[in-house]
Structures are given as C-alpha cells and as structure tokens.
C-alpha cells in the first residue's frame, strides 16, 4: 500500500510572501519522506470544508510545474481537474508538458466538475450535469488519442480538433496515468471502468467503500476488463503524534486505520496532512510510509 500527499489548503502562516518557499519545503518533505504523489485542488477559490472562498489558492498546473522542479521522485497531479476549466486539447498538452518536464512523473486527475459558484465568479462556462459528463467522456478519448500519437481529427459533439498533434510526447510509457475522482455510481464509476487507471473514492465507513468498489466491479465486467487494473485511492485526512492527542493519531493507530482499508482493497491512502507547512507535522511520516509500505491490499497478494 502507497501514501499520497494531497494540498488542500495554502493558507500558511507566512502568507503569500513565503507561500512559494512554504510549498518547496513541504514537496521536499513529501520526496524525503517516500510520499508516493503529491496532489493539489485544481480549484481557483478556496473551497469547504477547508475555508472561506477568499483564502489562498493557486492555479494547479502552474502549482505543479513549480512542485516538479523541486522535487525529483513524487508523481504529481490535480485531484481533480474539472472538464470545464481547460479545452482537452490545451488540458492534455499541459499533462504532457508537465510529464517531460518532471522525467515522466505527470498524471491526469480529472473529473465532470461540481463548483458552480467559482465558474460565475471568474466567467468560466458551467453547462448541466448530463453536458459535463459528456464533456468529460470525450475528454478521455482526446487525452488517451494525443498520448497514442493519432493525429487524426476528431470530431466529437462538443470538441473538434483538426489535428490533435502532441510534440514532444510524453515520456511516461505508454502515456501518462489516468485517475478519475467521483463516486456517482452510474457515470463516474462507468468512466473509471472504461478509461481510467486509478478511481479515487472520499475515505469514508468502510462498507460504503466496499459499496463502491463492488459498483464498478460490476461497470469493469460489463465492459470486460479486468477490475485490478485499477488502482484504488481514497482521500482522507492526517494527523500525527507521538502519543494520540486530541485530533491526532499515533502512528500505530494510522497504520490499523490503513490496514482496515487495505484489507477491503484499497491500494492507496492520499491524505491532507494537517498543517503541512510545519516541519514538525512530518516527524513521523517517513515510519508511517515504510509500514504502510508493508500492507498488501486484498486482491493483490
């Protein structure tokens, strides 16, 4: 089992005059540390429950070409990026630049979009939910065509591009992963069955996990693939210390809490880990990552 570092909140104590140097420290800490990935929202506002819409937040790809160059083994990624925020066109040429610039370490978060608020706020369009799902489906199909090297137009209902070309490729082999987040039984989870290579699912009672994860066995048979191809994430929240405070966990009681999603098949626990930015919030990371490490998910011994 893998841990993943996922950026929340930027709202540091320095504020934004050292918010560059904050995000630095902590990339380092997670690369150090053997974070498998560091994640950020592709949000242009903040968002609840982690504050008021006027707090700190940064736009994602720019975040993460920044996270590349300070970093040198983490796999970095929105989670997630909305459809709506960039023409797929432009959206898998950011991936790729992303993924050649970082040696190969890029993956495509993405899903149908749900802020309505922020999309009035900055003039982005927000079109209904059957129309974004859509939007997405084809944006798949465009990504995983520009990855393959087909240069041949494509003609969509929402999207057409004439000559998808991609230059220079991407150095993942063979293109870089796919994780769709979202867990509508009926769409998300149909398109994590066909498209992608990760599902991310918010941590929550483990047999509404299991629910889950039993849905889109059902969407895998139904298109015939293999249900383990899929990489399975949850996203929750972290607080270390040494002996169980308030609002905290030791790192015995994380490691059990690991081991109970491991042993319904998670394979990959992402985590906001509460106030990132102080170096004592990573004291006892690096032991969490190694035992974690040690956990083997159900269904993939």
């Known amino acids: 089992m893998k841990i993943g570092l996922h950026l929340p909140r930027l709202t540091f104590p320095g504020g934004p005059a050292t918010l560059g140097h904050d995000l630095a420290r902590i990339a380092g800490a997670a690369d150090a540390a053997g974070v498998d990935r560091v994640s950020v929202m592709d949000h242009v506002w903040q968002i609840g429950p982690h504050g008021p819409v006027e707090q700190d937040m940064l736009e994602a790809y720019t975040t993460l070409g920044f996270l590349a160059a300070h970093t040198s083994r983490v796999k970095l990624l929105t989670l997630v990026t909305g459809v709506t925020y960039?023409?797929?066109?432009?959206?898998?040429?950011?991936?790729?630049?992303?993924d050649v610039l970082s040696g190969g370490r890029a993956w495509l978060g993405i899903?149908?979009?749900?802020?309505?608020?922020?999309?009035?706020?900055?003039?982005?369009?927000?079109?209904?939910?059957?129309?974004?799902?859509?939007?997405?489906?084809?944006?798949?199909?465009?990504?995983?065509?520009?990855?393959?090297?087909?240069?041949?137009?494509?003609?969509?209902?929402?999207?057409?591009?004439?000559?998808?070309?991609n230059s220079p490729p991407a150095l993942s082999v063979p293109r870089p992963r796919i994780l769709i987040g979202g867990t509508g039984e009926k769409k998300t989870l149909r398109l994590v069955a066909r498209y992608a290579d990760a599902c991310n699912i918010f941590e929550m009672p483990l047999p509404a996990i299991q629910a889950k994860l039993d849905v889109l066995r059902g969407h895998c048979a139904d298109v015939g693939r293999d249900c383990a191809e899929i990489e399975r994430t949850t996203l929750g929240r972290l607080s270390l210390s040494a002996d169980g405070a308030a609002g905290t966990q030791t790192v015995e009681q994380a490691l059990d809490r690991f081991g109970q999603l491991a042993a319904i098949g998670i394979d990959h626990a992402i985590v906001g880990l509460v106030d990132a930015w102080d170096p004592a919030a990573w004291e006892l990371v690096p032991e969490l990552v190694e035992k974690v490490s040690a956990l083997v998910p159900a269904g993939r011994s």
Request: glycine residues 8%; negative net charge.
């Open 111 to 165: 899903g149908a979009a749900w802020n309505e608020e922020e999309h009035r706020g900055l003039g982005v369009p927000y079109p209904p939910v059957a129309e974004r799902f859509e939007r997405l489906e084809e944006t798949l199909r465009i990504a995983q065509r520009m990855w393959d090297g087909d240069e041949s137009p494509f003609v969509g209902t929402h999207y057409q591009l004439a000559r998808p070309l």
């Open 86 to 98: 960039r023409d797929p066109g432009l959206l898998a040429k950011a991936v790729t630049t992303l």
